[in-house]
């Protein structure tokens, strides 16, 4: 079958040629309408839409988004704050940059929507800190919002008010992670909070009910209002619900991002079909489907899954669709949507060696296991790639890597070992014969690490 | 403390953003390193005393936060991306021009004090690697060849500068 064709709601006018991020281009292409409309529902029902519409999570876990947003403590009579998680740190993810850099109008919009539905007063970007230009787009953009009575107080007459601040970061991957965010927002160093008791939609920024979402995940809100949860549902797959935006990077020919209906698109339509196929004269090895925390998956390994009524089938990894639930059966997970591509020029003892780095530079140091394990998994695939390997390295870093997840304060600890027990799990030959295989030409490979 | 009016003046607007005046260390720590180019020690306690903290307070964040430093640096800030999908396509071969470029090693300020070259994460734009941060500007499909050319770049703007 060939790759069905690509089905563009977020993206719909990223790269358009005459299309600016300035607010008369995205009321001349009908923008704010959603928000005129939502203003006369009432939030209840938008709240029932949301569920209704099935929308996950885009931002790593895939949460349900109607799910999160009706855990929220409303009963407290503290605000209700709502955070837009613009933190695209995840190795492999460059998706909320182009919202951002090209139709921040899009996010402003699903972000009043979404605060109205939430009765939320103050809603706050949290930007990653390389993004300067994203920031200075986006305080334009709520400025001529504010301007138009689009955001700000008594919006459109409606008697509701919403103030929307955009918060930089200065360059800490964990400041990703939900409750590391909201440390950094609070001013702090991003050291995630221990849950329970610190779930967010409970006791979330300055210890008032919050909520967090990924701007790809709010920015399907407010499409959700213009065509009703239940039309939404019919897009994508049952249980994964609506477009998503892949990126892929790495060894394809047309690396780049593509908006898709989840589950309508298989890893080897996307990677042969849409991205070209491998380089010249080279092959696939090993996928991370969902940025650099996701488990690598073996080019040509086959899984066997259970169906619903009790019996099984096989699928090889290039048939998997790009879902959420079928890529958790396979044992890794769609996560943040970064599809990150090695052909066979690839050493992987050199590719975990480059991934340990960035685990090892990024934990935030509060939990022994993830400080320590991220550090010593780095120093042996470090000293191993530098001309020092031993053949038992690799139960070495195995056992490193099993004394971390669930042993910590944040998901950081299963994003920093699920790379190294997969690489082993699935190359674990290559780590044996490291200690050969250094001193072997190999005159295609560049340097990883 | 020898602000510019205008970095005072945003100090005043961004504070009130927040419930909390904590919530600003942040800001002012871009608005101060944006105009003086790094957080000395008396940025911090200037930072504390404004917003009502402990000098403490405000330098676990600069110590924390790979963005703030404490010195300064060269005049233009090179930062290349060091993450795998840069480093599948070349990404350490585009550090390493670079360093050839300006004679400096990573981390390091060239002699003439006109750039400093960091391996930085992932900059979230992995679908065009290897990508370069100069200053603010992106840079993306950076192979070896391109960096010479915005090495000769930034060396002509620097004798235009003279
Ligand atoms: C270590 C770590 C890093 C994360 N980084 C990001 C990120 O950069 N962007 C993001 O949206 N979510 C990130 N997340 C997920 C957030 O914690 C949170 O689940 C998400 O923002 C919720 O939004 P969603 O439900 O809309 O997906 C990260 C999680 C972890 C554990
Ligand atoms: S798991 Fe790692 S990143 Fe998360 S809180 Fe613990 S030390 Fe910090
Ligand atoms: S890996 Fe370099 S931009 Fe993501």
Redesign the pocket.
């Known amino acids: 079958m060939p790759a069905p064709a690509e089905r563009r709601i977020i993206f719909k006018h990223i790269d358009e040629p005459g299309y600016t991020p300035d607010l008369a281009c995205y009321l001349r292409h009908g923008g704010y309408a959603s928000l005129r409309k939502a203003l006369g529902m009432a939030p209840a029902a938008i709240i029932d839409e949301v569920k209704k519409s099935g929308l996950r999570g885009r931002g790593g876990a895939g949460f349900g988004c109607g799910l999160k947003w009706s855990l929220v403590d409303r009963k407290s009579g503290k605000p209700i704050y709502l955070v837009v998680n613009a933190d695209e740190s995840e190795p492999g993810t460059f998706k909320d940059r182009y919202i951002i850099h090209q139709d921040p109008h899009q996010l402003l919009e699903s972000i009043m929507v979404s605060s109205w539905a939430n009765n939320v007063r103050q809603a706050y970007i949290y930007i990653r800190g390389e993004f300067p230009y994203g920031a200075r787009i986006l305080e334009k953009a709520i400025a001529e919002a504010r301007a138009a009575n689009l955001v700000g107080p008594n919006v459109l007459g409606s008697g509701y008010s919403c103030e929307i601040y955009v918060h930089r970061g200065a360059g800490a991957y964990?400041c990703g992670?939900e409750t590391?965010l909201i440390e950094s927002l609070e001013g702090k160093r991003p050291?995630?909070r221990i849950k329970p008791p610190y779930f967010p939609a409970v006791l979330g920024l300055y210890q008032c009910p919050t909520i967090v979402n990924n701007v790809e995940t709010l920015c399907h809100v407010k499409h959700i209002v213009d065509v009703g949860g239940e039309e939404f549902a019919k897009i994508g797959t049952p249980g994964n619900t609506g477009t998503r935006i892949l990126c892929v990077s790495g060894h394809v020919r047309r690396p780049g991002y593509y908006e898709y209906e989840v589950g309508r698109i298989t890893l080897g339509q996307l990677l042969n079909e849409v991205c070209g196929g491998p380089l010249p004269g080279r092959t696939f090895k090993a996928i991370i489907p969902g940025g650099s925390s996701a488990k690598v998956l073996r080019w040509g390994e086959t899984f066997t899954l259970k169906n619903k009524d009790g019996s099984t089938r096989t699928l090889a990894a290039e048939d998997i669709p790009m879902d959420f639930d079928t890529l958790a059966a396979c044992g890794t997970m769609g996560g943040s949507g970064g599809v990150i591509v090695m052909d066979d020029s690839v050493n992987m003892v050199e590719a975990l060696a480059n991934i340990n780095a960035f685990y090892a530079h990024?934990?935030?140091?509060?939990?022994?296991?993830?400080?320590e394990g991220?550090l010593w998994m780095k120093k042996i695939t470090a000293r191993m790639v530098h001309g020092q390997a031993r053949a038992e390295d690799g139960a070495l870093l195995q056992g490193v890597a099993d004394q971390?997840a669930g042993r910590?304060?944040?998901?950081?600890?299963e994003a920093?070992s699920w790379p190294t027990q997969s690489f082993l799990a699935k190359f674990g030959d290559e780590f044996r014969a490291y200690p050969e295989a250094k001193t072997a030409p190999r005159p295609e490979s560049v340097p990883l690490a | 403390m020898n602000l510019k009016p205008e970095t005072l003046q945003r100090i005043e607007e961004v504070i009130p953003h927040y419930p909390v005046a904590r919530s600003a260390v942040l800001p002012l720590l871009h608005l101060i390193q944006e105009d003086a180019g790094f957080i000395s020690a008396e940025a911090t306690e200037w930072v504390a005393a404004r917003l009502d903290l402990q000098p403490i307070n405000v330098l676990e964040v600069v110590t924390f936060y790979p963005m703030f430093r404490q010195q300064p640096i060269g005049r233009r800030l090179i930062k290349v991306c060091r993450t795998l999908s840069c480093a599948l396509r070349g990404g350490y071969q585009t550090c390493a021009a670079f360093e050839q470029e300006f004679k400096v090693r990573r981390g390091g300020v060239s002699a003439d004090g006109e750039v400093t070259i960091e391996f930085v994460e992932c900059l979230a734009s992995c679908g065009t690697a290897p990508v370069v941060m100069i200053d603010d500007d992106l840079h993306e499909n950076v192979d070896c060849a391109r960096a010479r050319e915005l090495s000769a770049r930034i060396r002509a703007e620097a004798a235009a500068r003279r």
């Open positions: 964990i992670e590391g050291y995630p990024e934990s935030c140091g509060q939990c022994t296991p993830c400080r991220s971390i910590t304060i944040c998901a950081f600890g920093c």
